[in-house]
C-alpha cells in the first residue's frame, strides 16, 4: 500500500535551518511527483510547490522561493524540504502528498516544525 | 496565480442534511478542481479530482460538479464523519492554489 513517512517534529531558534523529510513506500518513486503543503496554526492548507522525481526539476509557489529548497534521494524514495533562516512565520504543519492526475492523492501524516527564541 | 474563493467559510447542518460547498476560480480553469476532507489533526484527504470523479474509497454521497470557474460540492446526506473542514484547489496552472475552506459544523 501506498505510504508516506514523515521525519518527528522539530524545534528551532529562529535564523536556524530544518530539514523535513517524506519517504515513500508502495509504489515506484519516480513515477509520480511530491508536492509540498504548509498548514499554519488554525489556517488552511497553502501550496509550497512540487518536485519532479524523474528530472528533480522543482517548482516553487510564490512566497516560497529563496529560503525553501526541494530535494531527493533516490536511492532510498525519500524527498526532502530543507528550510534556512527559519523566522517565527515559518511555524507550521509540513505535509509532503504524491500528486498523480492532477491531483493530490496520497499524504504523508505531517511534520510540525515549530520556530521560538 | 489563480485564486480561489470558497463559500460559506463556515456552515452549520444537521445529520441527514444536504450540504452544498461552492468553489469560484478568479479564471478558468476547466475541469482541473479538486476537493480535499481535513479533519482536524489529521492530513486532508481526496475526496473529488478533476471537478467530479470520486476518488477510490469515497462513500457516493459525495459529488462534485461544474467548470470553467463555478464548482460544487455536494454531500446528499451528510453523516456524523462528514464533520471537517473541505477544500476545494486548482490544478490547471503551472502553480497550483487552494481555497480558504469550509468548515463544516454540526448543528
Known amino acids: 500500500q501506498v505510504q508516506l513517512v514523515q521525519s518527528g517534529s522539530e524545534l528551532k531558534k529562529p535564523g536556524a535551518s530544518v530539514k523535513v523529510s517524506c519517504k515513500a513506500s508502495?509504489?515506484?518513486?519516480?513515477?509520480?511527483?511530491i508536492n509540498w503543503v504548509r498548514q499554519a496554526p488554525g489556517q488552511g492548507l497553502e501550496w509550497m510547490g512540487w518536485i519532479n522525481t524523474n528530472t528533480w526539476n522543482p517548482t516553487y509557489a510564490q512566497g516560497f522561493t529563496g529560503r525553501f529548497v526541494f530535494s531527493l534521494d533516490t536511492s532510498v524514495s525519500t524527498a526532502l524540504l530543507q528550510i534556512s533562516s527559519l523566522k517565527a512565520e515559518d511555524t507550521a504543519v509540513y505535509y509532503c502528498?504524491?500528486?498523480?492526475?492532477?491531483?493530490?492523492?496520497?499524504w504523508g501524516p505531517g511534520t510540525m516544525v515549530s520556530v521560538s527564541s | 496565480d489563480i485564486q480561489m474563493t470558497q463559500s460559506p467559510s463556515s456552515l452549520s447542518a444537521s445529520v441527514g442534511d444536504r450540504v452544498t460547498i461552492t468553489c469560484r476560480a478568479s479564471q478558468s480553469i476547466s475541469s482541473y478542481l479538486n476537493w480535499y476532507q481535513q479533519k482536524p489533526g489529521e492530513a486532508p484527504k481526496l475526496l473529488i479530482y478533476t471537478a467530479s470523479s470520486l476518488q477510490s474509497g469515497v462513500p457516493s454521497r459525495f459529488s462534485g460538479s461544474g467548470s470553467g470557474t463555478d464548482f460544487t460540492l455536494t454531500i446528499s446526506s451528510l453523516q456524523p464523519e462528514d464533520f471537517a473542514t473541505y477544500y476545494c484547489?486548482?490544478?490547471?496552472?503551472?502553480?497550483?492554489?487552494f481555497g480558504q475552506g469550509t468548515e463544516v459544523e454540526i448543528k
Open positions: 502528498a504524491r500528486s498523480n492526475r492532477d491531483a493530490l492523492d496520497f
Open positions: 484547489q486548482q490544478s490547471d496552472s503551472t502553480l497550483w492554489t
Open positions: 508502495g509504489y515506484t518513486f519516480t513515477d509520480y511527483g
